[in-house]
């Protein structure tokens, strides 16, 4: 069996000789599928694009920051302008959305160490699920302790053996995750194409349970899904919708109410989920719809059933959130403004930035080696960026992930456009 030190040291010599190029970046994902390797422990060994990266000073991922003080960063020391959070109406740094938390640790403490079903359910959460299923015009809210369990939770306990689960092709990773916890039928049909979903519905057989998943602003493309569309094909075809707000609580509708209510649709919608850990400036999820759905969701839902709580700080940090959000509209304002100022510029100096139309403004650059080494340039410039790779998007799709918050001033921005400016000649994308 290979052993550690070996294999490692090999891989030093292998890695001492190689620089950062496409080819040693490819076949990264090929490790995992490998046939035949008898130390289960292989795959890391040989896993050496990390390495390649962080050699050429151009690793993205797992960037220690600082301090985040929302529309700047301080990373490696220095003070950036952050790009690349979804902190969209900077409510992170809001001092009552601070002291909301700190009160709640000292009056409840730091963890309530029991799932929901036991010894975990907080007066905290009971408030915050009145105050969202109130905000956003639905009779009752569970929250869970991310949003990616919301949608483990929402999917594991309505999809079953006979029913069918019909996702978008660019859903986020956790509706995916669910679906491997659904026990009937997951099928997906193209991004945004109402005549593949149609297609899609009309194969399948009247007299079963459907669900229709989508993102409503989708996290890496800044697009929005055709929501009426999908309401005229779910009210055809029988089938109940669930929309993931997780990205446009805050950005989208009146106050920040999300995307049923950006196209009047709200009552409409059967499922809303969302996060705290975005616009709500916490970390947590919620789902949103019927009573007497919701109450099957927190009994047979196996990730809010089977994990821990919610801790009280979080809830209370979120409840405050969502106050502050509704009683200043004017930030759900200032964030599209800056959207759109840097989506204009941003074309003008011509780069591609897709379909987006949101406060999520993808760069399109293609090639990986370019989206890294602009990544590693944008940094040293001050000014940080989600670096997106595949198998996040598709091979030869990269991009720069930008995203914006209401707090942002136009020195902010300007200062990132000079940076951009450059890069673009630079790298003739
Ligand atoms: C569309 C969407 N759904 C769900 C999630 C998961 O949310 P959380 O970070 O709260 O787990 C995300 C997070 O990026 C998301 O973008």
């Known amino acids: 069996m290979e052993t550690m030190n070996t294999a490692q040291q090999q891989k030093n010599n292998v890695i ?47 960037k220690t920051i600082d301090q985040n003080e929302g529309p700047v960063a301080i990373i490696d020391g220095k003070e950036c302008v952050m790009l690349g959070s979804n902190n969209y109406l900077g409510l992170t740094i809001h001092p009552e959305v601070r ?3 700190v009160e709640a640790i000292e009056k409840y403490g730091t963890s309530l160490t029991g799932s929901r079903l ?37 999917i594991s306990a309505l999809v079953g053996k006979y029913d069918t689960l019909i996702m978008d092709k660019m859903n986020h990773a956790s509706i995916y995750d669910g679906s491997k916890l659904a026990k009937g039928n997951c099928i997906t049909f193209e991004h945004n194409d109402m005549m593949d ?9 009247e007299n079963t349970g459907k669900l229709i998943i989508i993102d409503g602003l989708f996290s890496m493309e800044g697009d929005i899904c055709p929501l009426p569309e999908i309401v005229r094909l779910a009210k055809k075809y029988n089938a109940r919708v669930a929309v993931d707000d997780a990205h446009a609580v805050g950005i989208l509708g009146e106050c920040g109410k999300g995307t049923s209510h950006h196209y009047g649709l709200e009552k409409e919608i059967d499922l809303v989920v969302g996060t705290f850990s975005k616009t709500l400036a916490s970390v947590g999820g919620f789902v949103a719809g019927e ?7 927190k009994h047979f839902g196996r990730s809010v059933v089977f994990s821990a709580s919610l801790p009280p700080a979080s809830a209370a940090a979120a409840l405050k959130a969502l106050e502050i959000m509704q009683r200043e509209p004017d ?25 987006s139309e949101t406060p999520v403004i993808p760069i399109m650059i293609g090639n990986e080696i370019t989206t890294l080494q602009m990544w590693k340039e944008l940094l040293n410039e001050g000014v940080y960026v989600n670096c997106v790779l595949h198998p996040a998007v598709p091979r030869d799709e990269s991009l720069l992930r930008t995203s914006y918050t209401s707090e942002h001033t136009r020195d902010h921005l300007d200062k ?12 003739r994308i």
């Open 291 to 297: 009573k007497k759905v919701v109450e099957l969701i």
């Open 99 to 101: 002291k909301a938390a």
């Open 16 to 62: 001492n000789n190689m620089s950062l190029n496409q080819e040693n970046f490819n076949n990264r994902h090929k490790l995992l599928k490998q046939k035949g390797q008898p130390d289960i422990f292989s795959k890391a060994y040989q896993f050496i694009q990390v390495e390649i990266a962080k050699q050429s000073n151009c690793y993205p991922y797992y």
């Open 118 to 154: 036991l010894n975990g359910t907080h007066i905290l959460h009971e408030q915050l699920e009145n105050k969202l299923a109130e905000f956003l015009g639905k009779e009752d809210a569970l929250v869970f302790t991310t949003g990616y369990q919301a949608n483990l939770g929402l």
């Open 331 to 355: 930030r759900v304002e200032r964030v599209n403004m800056n959207a759109d100022y840097m989506r204009e510029r941003l074309v003008n100096l011509g780069y591609d930035v897709g379909v």
């Open 416 to 427: 990132a456009l000079k940076v951009f400016e450059r890069l673009k000649k630079k790298y």
């Open 197 to 205: 979903l149609e297609i899609k519905l009309n194969g399948l057989p």
